[in-house]
T-cell receptor, first 114, second 113 residues
Framework: SQTIHQWPATLVQPVGSPLSLECTVEGTSNPNLYWYRQAAGRGLQLLFY??????ISSEVPQNLSASRPQDRQFILSSKKLLLSDSGFYLC?????????????FGPGTRLLVL | KQEVTQIPAALSVPEGENLVLNCSFT??????LQWFRQDPGKGLTSLLLIQSSQREQTSGRLNASLDKSSGRSTLYIAASQPGDSATYLC????????????FGTGTRLTVIP
């Protein structure tokens, strides 16, 4: 069976500090990977997606970046956090296929920037 | 602009009641539509997925319908239970190179025992 892990579960960081959130998937290969953010009072917003190693697409301009150094590893980073980066970050994976494919979400990382 | 809207934002019902959650979307050329459940502080769990050529999907007490022409989907929950209390999210994909999902802001459901 497939599982998706995210860590850390919770993170409190000062403004201007760097960030690294990690997401790994087990039990599948060559998945599509996604990073979403859920800010307080707002819906889930897609940040990045990846269809393969080192293939990253960004959906919104921001001070965040993403990398996929291995097939089942997706990393979300920032060099300098802003207050507005606070939120709940969710990683998701999906099999490559057709319209019938759903996305499977990780447990999320709650980030508070102070 | 592709947008997904959900109403109501919150809903409280007594246990045993049947209920309907609504989702509307701009641009009828969707790829698929999904309903997810999110418990407080947790990730999302997929409930139902409707492909663009389908009209509805059912799983247990849940039934989701899709009307592309009107840009609407509904999630019907029969005989609601306290364990159904959660936030329900509607997500639409218009497939722009990947199955990117656009989410509504959700309906927070409380089922009162």
């Amino acid at each position: 069976s497939q599982t998706i892990h995210q860590w850390p579960a919770t993170l409190v960081q000062p403004v201007g500090s760097p960030l690294s959130l990690e997401c790994t998937v087990e039990g599948t290969s060559n998945p599509n990977l996604y990073w979403y953010r859920q800010a307080a009072g707002r819906g889930l917003q897609l940040l990045f997606y990846s269809i393969g190693i080192d293939q990253i697409s960004s959906e919104v301009p921001q001070n965040l970046s993403a990398s996929r150094p291995q097939d089942r590893q997706f990393i979300l980073s920032s060099k300098k956090l802003l207050l507005s980066d606070s939120g709940f970050y969710l990683c998701a994976w999906e099999r490559k296929g057709g319209q019938e494919e759903t996305q499977y979400f990780g447990p999320g990382t709650r980030l508070l920037v102070l | 602009k592709q947008e997904v809207t959900q109403i109501p934002a919150a809903l409280s019902v007594p246990e045993g009641e049947n209920l309907v959650l609504n989702c509307s979307f701009t641009d009828s050329a969707i790829y698929n539509l999904q309903w997810f459940r999110q418990d407080p502080g947790k990730g999302l769990t997929s409930l139902l997925l409707i492909q663009s050529s389908q009209r509805e999907q059912t799983s247990g007490r849940l039934n989701a319908s899709l009307d592309k022409s009107s840009g609407r989907s509904t999630l019907y929950i029969a005989a609601s239970q306290p364990g159904d209390s959660a936030t329900y999210l509607c997500a639409v994909s218009w497939f722009d190179g990947a199955n990117n999902l656009f989410f509504g802001t959700g309906t927070r459901l409380t089922v009162i025992p």
